[in-house]
């Protein structure tokens, strides 16, 4: 009879240990996928940061060449 609860005992340890897993399992995919859209919006930014710079120098050297002319 005693041997009954043990069991129980260590399947229910067994249980939560597992959950406990599959809770941090999931806690990191959820970490991963807000890291992976903070890298996309970064790089996002840096482009468009990257185009609004050349953009501006070459609307100065258009505007040199055209007061040139």
Do not use: C
């Amino acid at each position: 009879m005693t041997s009954e609860p043990e069991e129980e005992i260590k399947q229910t340890k067994t249980e939560r240990f597992a959950q406990w897993l599959m809770d941090r399992a999931e806690k990191k995919e959820e970490k991963e996928t807000s890291l992976e859209s903070l890298m996309k919006f970064n790089i996002f930014l840096s482009i468009a940061t990257l185009v609004t710079v050349a953009g501006a120098t070459m609307a100065d050297y258009a505007m040199m060449a055209y007061l040139w002319i």
